[in-house]
């Protein structure tokens, strides 16, 4: 469908559209908007995908203000935008569609005989496929946390993409951290189906790919919006499509194993860090306090740690997750 309609395009031009996905009860369509930018000469796609989980609206207006910004005359090549690819989460203001609570990030390359999260993933996914030479899934932490915007890269063992390359294009948003995805059991990663995100099943098929998170859930942050519009200038440029030098940092912190850290009492947590700070091995990072005033636990690292998000809803209960960090990390440079 989309190959359909890039052909027909004149070059130098735009066009807006939907992938068909299904329909509603009502018989309202269940579609994927797309904006098409064709250039004036043959070249690589990089495929922007704004939103994945319906709660992390940085990414759909990030894309959206990509999107208005690209004079397709300047264009070498193509630009693809999907703002949302869950539109019924969108609509909902919730990280899954409520029609099955499924997490759209975990069921790519998606399928036509189950529910309509995998009907939303194999619409998606069957026209990146066959378009994108580079994929960025753009996301956020959820609404509870408190961040500074990072990226996210996962390796497809024995694949065609390498790390290097994965990083050189992470850099271009100036990530407070670039994490290599840990899937290995003890490493305190949240258990998930890996397989199934957007940008591994890209790398599946040496498409590079990999995820930026920009801030916090739910909020408009003006600043984090324009971190991933420059740096989607800056991939544009370093793939040849955009005219330019790309800007990056000379060098970026990578973490190489990453963990959740969760409370054993519930209570009110109440932080005493922030995102993007270095917690020593023993210092405490915030405490439980219950309805009546006692502290019942305070929450202290085992080793020297990275603040990539730190829980700003006080609400807890046993078990509940306060913080991601980095626990292994180095500097990464570029030449």
Not at 31 to 44: D, H, M, N, Q, S
Not at 224 to 249: D, T
Not at 315 to 332: K, M, N, P, Q, Y
Request: aromatic share 6%.
């Amino acid at each position: 469908m989309v190959r359909q309609l890039f052909d027909e395009m004149p070059p130098g031009t735009r066009m807006q559209g939907d992938i068909p996905v299904g329909t509603m009860s009502s018989g309202a369509n269940i579609a994927l908007p797309v904006t098409l930018i064709k250039g004036t000469t043959p070249g690589p796609c990089l495929w922007i995908n704004g939103q994945v989980h319906g709660a992390e609206v940085n990414g759909v207006v990030a894309a959206v203000e990509f999107g208005r910004r690209i004079d397709p005359e300047s264009v070498t090549g193509s630009i693809i935008i999907t703002p949302t690819a869950n539109p019924l989460a969108l609509d909902n203001h919730s990280k899954t569609a409520p029609q099955d609570l499924l997490d759209l990030d975990q069921n790519f390359p998606g399928e036509t005989s189950g529910t309509v999260t995998g009907h939303l993933a194999n619409a998606l996914f069957d026209q990146v496929r066959t378009m994108a030479s580079c994929l960025v899934n753009l996301h956020t932490m959820g609404p509870i946390y408190s961040s500074e915007p990072y990226c996210i890269y996962k390796i497809w063992p024995g694949g065609k993409v390498t790390e290097a390359q994965l990083l050189r294009m992470t850099s271009y948003f100036w990530p407070s951290m670039a994490c290599r995805r840990i899937d290995v059991g003890g490493t305190g990663e949240l258990p998930g189906n890996v397989d199934g995100a957007l940008d591994y099943q890209c790398l599946a098929r040496g498409i590079p790919a990999f995820m930026v998170e920009l801030g916090q859930g739910s909020w408009y942050t003006p600043q984090n919006v324009e971190l991933a519009v420059r740096g989607l200038m800056s991939l544009g440029r370093h793939l040849g499509i955009l005219s330019g030098e790309p800007v990056a940092p000379a060098k970026i912190l990578r973490a190489t194993r990453r963990q959740w850290i969760m409370v054993r009492k519930g209570g009110l947590f109440l932080s005493t860090c922030d995102a993007k700070e270095i917690v020593p091995a023993g210092q405490l990072i915030g405490r439980v306090v219950t309805l009546k005033g006692e502290v019942v636990e305070e929450v202290r690292l085992q080793v020297d740690s990275f603040v990539i998000g730190i829980r700003r809803d006080p609400v807890v209960h046993t078990g509940d997750r306060i913080g991601l960090f980095a626990t292994e990390w180095d500097s990464v440079g570029f030449e």
